[in-house]
């Protein structure tokens, strides 16, 4: 069986270069990689492509150039995702995003999810010891929240089978929520 994944706001695609260079798995896996950056697209492609030659890879990848605000409201944008995605995540994205968006993305991503699918986001919380050096030094201002505050932007989710924050207490400034659809 192959697998499907979707990374929104991709970016470079690193942790998937390094899923393809170390992992047979990645042979059963079908990307779906969106991003608003068609230079984040391509340098990710060249990187993606490249590895997928050297090591001989069946992994296939869809890459989307597209902002997650059509994502959220129009159709036509939204079925640029196959439908019952195994697993959908998002790693530096949603902290400069309003709760409202948050909210309207999640309910987009998670139609998206197989029964079974896994809906992963990361944000940085309140606990992110590097606050006033990025705010003071960079003017790097972001939605700070904490784990409850994540999780509520989920509450209204039908079908859910599990909501969790991973939190091994090793990762200060950045909480993963989880949402796993029935």
Known sequence: ????????????????????????????VDFTV?????????FAKTKLDAIKEQYKRKTTIKYVH???YPLIKKKAV?????DNQDMIYSLGLFEYLSDITVRRLFETLYSKLA??????????????????HMELGGEWFLFYRQPQD????????????????DDDGKIEFNKFLNVEKQ
Do not use: W
Not at 1 to 28: H, W
Not at 34 to 42: V, W
Not at 78 to 82: A, Y
């Open 1 to 28: 069986k192959r697998i499907k994944v979707t990374n929104i706001a991709c970016g470079p695609c690193i942790e998937i270069q390094m899923f393809m260079e170390s992992d047979d798995l990645s042979d059963y």
């Open 34 to 42: 969106l991003d608003a950056s068609r230079d984040a697209l391509q």
């Open 66 to 68: 597209e902002s997650i």
């Open 78 to 82: 939204q079925d640029l995702i196959d």
């Open 115 to 132: 029964s079974g699918g896994i809906m992963t986001a990361g944000n940085y919380s309140n606990e992110n010891y590097f606050r006033a």
């Open 150 to 165: 994540f999780i509520k932007l989920v509450n209204d989710l039908p079908n859910t089978k599990s909501v969790f924050i």
